[in-house]
């Protein structure tokens, strides 16, 4: 069984997932409701969700003046790229 549909699958989704958070927590922050922790969108990026964090960071303009996101999620996603490409060029 090839595992690589599900690797894609799984980071498709956490990508989603992550987008969403953004989206629903700066919805929350306008309605000045309770949020999603920092530190729980943060274990969404570490989990594969980086790229999605990322884009909604910029479309929804939420968390870019705070310095651990703007550095961090970014960070974040260059060491993902580099885990991917070192894993997929060392099974090669």
Known sequence: MNIYPWIYFYFLAMNIVAFFLMSNDK????????RIPEKNLFITAWLGGSLGMLLGMQIFRHKTKHRAFTL????????????VLYWYYAIK
């Open 27 to 34: 919805a929350r922050a306008r309605k000045r409701e309770r």
């Open 72 to 83: 961090g999620i970014p960070m974040i996603l260059l060491l993902q790229i580099g885990l």
